[in-house]
């Protein structure tokens, strides 16, 4: 195996400055000759006899920025990548089928992942040496990234045996590791039980959430205690949610001044973030603060549900529809969150001297959320509430109003700051999910702007990203739509519809809803019962490096994983339209995935929720009438906690399905709510609190 020697890296005219990703087109410049992901890297590598070097991130990735800005720009790197290797970079949310596989492969030589992954590939697309990040010399812990290069090359060319024996032994480890998920017992009851107990136990006492630092959000946990709480009434696993939500809202891990959630907090008591801001974390945590809203009544939680979505909005929102996918953690090389903290001078310059008092005691500055690089710079979270925190000091008209003017001149002064930039790439699996909880969130909040721009989204992938056979796209690309044949996309979007329709009562979208998940049930499910996440059939993209290999989105990461919300979406669409093929088709998937997520603990919650949710019986509302006895009931019903319900203002059109037919009719301007439990209803009610009660119950007066 030998390279072709050169006097130093190639100049060349950059194969990714015209690449669609923002990442890729950002390392353009490096002075190495990158390929994307594609058939020519590996052709390349064939006929050179060369190794591949695979390097996967993403633009809000903090390691990949500081991974590009030094080992990447290191001339000696570039020099002996150029030399002895064919050089791929991939963008992660681009290319989610690539990432799940390189991860896998990484992850069982090595034990790690996340990103930057580091992996160095034969020619055929298999992995036999990798990592995450490397600096360019020695340091961080980690070999530096020169040294590493050449002992490949010299692997390479020297030792091809120990090569070869590398790579049978990633495939061999993710074999044993197949083979070794532990046998379930019991079913999916018994699996659901499991995980609400390992749930359970993996919460923190001290500062709330599951496990300790680094500390992630793990929305469908939470959804998993609130539904725990419904049919069992297990108030524990409701104050167990409730705390989290609240400790997560007063944290530093949301942005008090902005709205939205970062991804992570890298201590336990959720202080200090990771400060990228993600599609994915905000629109599932947009669901949580939703669902503790009506669970709780907590207008803490309706502040955070209407901040992220203000934050979605202006920072994500695209003109045409839909939302972006991330916004980076750094806005500019070397820069570690200087746009979200804030040293006392630089808030004294912005506030008054009572509101300075004010800020400084409620945001805890000087306390526990210092920058560790940089103690003199905090990040805000929420340490006394303003009422607390005014004490001798007077504000005219009140402590939180004071507090919101707080906010708002940070936001005035951040807003001038040098801000992260955002990578404006439209992803189906993330627009569906936004969809979807900005539907729920107008039910609850009675916003209809808010609906307006689900409607707006789901308008412009239904008509520029869906092909009726083929599913909907992953990227919705100014040349058009691309990446067709993804399990997760077809999953995400059919839920957000479904959210939709059951908000706006539009036949066309359990039409599409249906239709998405037809195409799920009918060409993704294997014979295991389980769905694999790419289909060679419908998928567009060029089928190498390993891509033909069946994978199955089964665990959390720590959000819903595609198998579990497929489960979820049957479900809903079943209840939503009463036809129980959906919900047979659920029913079938929960076997195969309980038994294979058995052991999985905190990350089968989302398996478990379905679970819970296949025992429930669905609630469908249906209130009558006009005026304000009607607009309060329809609020009543709203606002009252059921994990599987409907309500619509008056009878719905097909395809919606009521099972109201034998309940007497009434004068359309004398309100009522009619209320049904799967196929039983209750008598029809006037009063929002007999409302109220008999939603709570979970079944209809009398019935078994």
């Given amino acids: 195996m030998s390279s072709p020697p050169t006097d130093g890296p190639r100049v060349v005219a950059s194969r ?32 050179t006899a060369r190794p591949l070097l695979l390097d996967i991130g993403a633009s809000w990735c903090h390691w990949c920025h500081v991974m590009d800005e030094t080992t990447y720009a290191d001339p000696e790197v570039a020099r002996l990548l150029d030399q002895h290797f064919v050089a791929v970079k991939v963008d ?22 996340g990103w930057p992954l580091t992996a160095f590939l034969t020619p055929d697309g298999e992995v036999f040496l990798g990592g995450t990040f490397f600096p360019p010399a020695d340091g961080h812990g980690r ?27 990633v495939q061999e480890a993710l074999r044993r590791m197949r083979e070794a998920r ?32 680094p500390k992630f959000p793990h929305p469908t946990a939470i959804s998993l205690l609130l539904q725990d709480d419904f049919p069992n009434g297990s108030s524990r696993s409701a104050e167990l949610a409730r705390a989290t939500l609240l400790a997560m809202a007063d944290g530093g891990v949301y942005d008090q001044v902005g709205g939205g959630f970062h991804r992570y907090s890298v201590d336990a008591g959720w202080h200090v973030p990771h400060f990228e801001k993600m599609a994915a974390d905000n629109a599932a945590l ?52 200087d746009y979200y903290t804030w040293t006392r001078a630089e808030l004294k310059e912005v506030l008054e001297p009572d509101e300075l008092r004010l800020a400084t005691r409620c945001f805890g500055i000087g306390t ?38 707080v906010r708002t001149k940070l936001k005035e002064a951040r807003d001038r700051r040098p801000r992260p930039p955002i990578d404006p790439a439209l992803y189906a699996d993330l627009n569906g999910r936004f969809v979807g909880s900005f539907a729920r969130a107008t039910a609850a909040l009675d916003d209809p702007s808010v609906l307006a721009e689900a409607r707006r989204a789901a308008d412009r992938w239904l008509r520029d990203a869906y092909v009726p056979d083929r599913g909907i796209a992953h990227r919705l690309d100014p040349t058009g739509p691309a990446g067709f044949g993804l399990l997760e996309d077809q999953v995400s979007f059919a839920a957000g519809l479904v959210e939709l329709a059951a908000v706006t009562t539009e036949p066309s979208y359990v039409e599409a809803a249906s239709a998405l998940l037809g195409l799920v049930d009918r060409e993704f499910r294997t014979e295991s ?94 209130v009558e009438g006009a005026g304000p006895g009607a607009d309060a009931l329809r609020r009543a019903a709203r606002l009252t906690w059921h994990p599987n319900a409907f309500v619509f203002d008056g009878a719905p059109p097909p395809p919606f399905s009521t099972p109201l037919g034998g309940l007497p009719s009434r004068a359309v301007d004398e309100a009522r709510a009619l209320v049904c439990f799967g196929t039983v209803c209750a008598p029809p009610v006037t009063d929002p609190d007999a409302l109220r009660s008999v939603l709570r119950a979970g079944r209809a007066p009398g019935a078994g």
């Fill in 286 to 337: 947009l669901g949580s603060y939703v669902e503790g809203y009506v669970r709780f009544g907590d207008a803490r939680f309706e502040e955070v549900a209407r901040g992220t979505i203000a934050w979605a909005r202006e920072v994500l929102g695209n003109p045409a529809g839909g939302w972006a996918a991330s916004q980076d953690a750094d806005n500019a090389p070397g820069d570690d969150g």
């Fill in 16 to 47: 990714l400055a015209l690449a669609r990703s923002t990442y890729l087109r950002a390392a353009s410049k490096q002075a190495i000759d990158w390929y994307p992901w594609g058939t020519d890297p590996f052709t390349v590598a064939r006929s």
């Fill in 182 to 213: 532990p046998a379930a017992s019991g079913g999916p009851t018994r699996f659901a039980a499991e995980v609400i107990a390992e749930v359970r136990g993996s919460f923190d006492p001290v500062h709330s959430g599951f496990g300790t630092a």
């Fill in 368 to 405: 526990d959320a210092q920058m560790p690089h940089a103690p003199d710079r905090n990040v805000l979270f929420r340490m006394l509430p303003a009422t607390e925190a005014a004490g001798g000091l007077s504000f005219p008209h009140g402590p939180e109003a004071a507090l919101r003017s």
């Fill in 92 to 113: 992660r949310d681009e290319h989610p089928e690539v990432d799940r596989r390189y991860q896998r492969q990484v992850g069982a030589l090595t034990g790690e992942g």
């Fill in 143 to 169: 070999p530096g990234f020169r040294r590493v290069l050449q002992e490949v090359a010299r692997l390479w060319r020297e030792e091809p045996e120990r090569i070869a024996e590398n790579a049978r032994g």
């Fill in 529 to 622: 019962g389980l769905f694999r996440d790419v289909v060679p059939k419908l998928y567009d993209g060029p089928a190498v490096g390993g891509i033909a290999d069946p994978s199955y989105p089964l665990e959390d990461s720590p959000h819903l994983s595609a198998n579990s919300g497929a489960a979820l979406a049957f479900l809903r669409l079943g209840a939503l339209t009463h036809e129980d093929r959906w919900t047979d088709t659920a029913r079938a998937l929960l076997g195969p995935l309980s038994s294979r997520l058995a052991g999985a603990g905190l990350f089968g919650s989302g398996a478990a929720l379905a679970v819970g949710m296949a025992s429930t019986t669905p609630a469908t509302v249906v």
